[in-house]
């Protein structure tokens, strides 16, 4: 990712923050960034094509289905291994910011595994899903 395209999503970010020890989000974007693994997703044509289509709102309401059901229980159904790599803008997001598991959550925001997600936890994991996807749908336009 350019220094450039860096510096705006962690801007952009700055006005999200959240209680109950979830990750600031300023700090969240500025790690991912950093993260050679994290910084190199980006929308594919097919999922840019997706979104465009179907709209950020729309996509955001595949975003808490996606979330609820599979990662806001205790113990995920194939957990690990749960999030596909492509075909869906969300599945792309999720890698991109650490939400693609209860073990990246763990690691990147600090939700606990063994614990089901709260509403509030499941809406802050939204809000990172949506706050890159608004990002990175500009570069499409």
Aim: proline share 5%.
């Amino acid at each position: 990712m350019a220094p450039d395209a860096r510096a705006r999503l962690v801007r952009a970010a700055a006005h999200l923050i959240y209680p109950c020890g979830m990750r600031d989000m300023t700090d969240l974007f500025t790690a991912l960034a950093r993260s050679r693994f994290r910084s190199r997703f980006a929308l594919g044509p097919r999922e840019a094509g997706y979104l465009e289509q179907r709209g950020l709102d729309t996509v955001r309401e595949h975003a808490e289905k996606f979330v609820a059901e599979r990662l806001a229980p205790a113990h995920p159904r194939n957990d690990g291994r749960q999030t596909p790599w492509r075909n869906h803008p969300v599945f792309i997001a999720q890698h991109a910011t650490g939400t693609c598991c209860r073990n990246c959550l763990e690691r990147w925001h600090g939700l606990a595994k063994g614990r089901a997600l709260d509403d509030t936890q499941q809406r802050y994991i939204v809000d990172v899903i949506d706050h890159w996807l608004r990002c990175h749908a500009d570069r499409h336009r």
